[in-house]
């Protein structure tokens, strides 16, 4: 007898469970287009790994009744995040292992879930098992997204965005210690405009 075909998109769960069947795949991160909005507004998309998923069904027999069906899910990612120190793509890698139990109607699924700490969801012949796959990854991001080292001096950058220009073209460098409508002009700023009048 051919093997049944499994899809991805339209999986029947309680067949595919029963069968103790395997799907992996790689998906394009611009497939995912919810994992893809936490991806920083610099990040090429194109350019990043494809996201890596397997999942198996598994049947625990009990004493008493029907087996139980399970689906064990396994999926990594990689995506550049907005780094929350320096503002610049910082690599993040998520990685998800998890154990779903699937109830045979949603009156089941609402008891389980009540009585357990497992994962039950309802069995559907349509469910999509990459948007599963999206929700684990999304799940699994790091809170606060941020490189163990900067590749940009913060220091500088403050010091970078706090110079403003005055007629003439010479730099006013803001005085950090006060409010911004306070700050003090550069020393030589006046002086250098003043040159220039007078030069004109």
């Given at each position: 007898m051919k093997a049944r075909v499994f899809l991805p998109e339209k999986l029947d769960v309680k067949a595919f469970i029963e069968a103790e069947a395997?799907?992996?795949?790689?998906?394009?991160?611009?497939?995912?287009?919810?994992l893809a909005e936490a991806a920083s507004s610099e990040a090429d998309l194109a350019s990043l790994p494809p996201v890596r998923w397997r999942?198996?069904?598994?049947?625990?027999?009990?004493?008493?009744?029907?087996?139980?069906?399970?689906?064990?899910?396994?999926?990594?990612?990689?995506?550049?995040?907005?780094?929350?120190?320096?503002?610049?793509?910082?690599?993040?890698?998520?990685?998800?292992?998890?154990s779903i139990r699937f109830a045979r109607d949603e009156a089941e699924a609402a008891r389980l879930d009540a009585d357990?700490?497992?994962?039950?969801?309802?069995?559907?012949?349509?469910?999509?098992?990459?948007?599963?796959?999206?929700?684990?990854?999304?799940?699994?991001?790091?809170?606060?997204?941020?490189?163990?080292?900067?590749?940009?001096?913060?220091?500088?950058?403050?010091?970078?965005?706090?110079?403003?220009p005055v007629p003439g073209g010479v730099p006013i460098e803001a005085d950090l210690s006060q409010p911004a409508a306070e700050a003090k002009p550069h020393p030589f700023a006046a002086l250098a405009v003043l040159k220039k009048r007078s030069d004109g």
């Open positions: 395997q799907l992996a795949g790689e998906t394009p991160v611009t497939s995912l287009p919810r999942a198996s069904g598994r049947l625990v027999s009990q004493r008493v009744g029907e087996p139980q069906l399970w689906l064990d899910l396994d999926t990594e990612a990689e995506l550049d995040m907005e780094c929350q120190r320096c503002l610049h793509p910082v690599r993040e890698r998520m990685m998800v292992s998890r357990s700490d497992d994962d039950v969801l309802a069995v559907s012949r349509q469910f999509h098992l990459l948007e599963l796959v999206e929700d684990e990854l999304i799940m699994a991001q790091p809170i606060v997204p941020r490189h163990d080292e900067c590749p940009t001096d913060i220091v500088t950058l403050m010091h970078d965005d706090t110079e403003t």
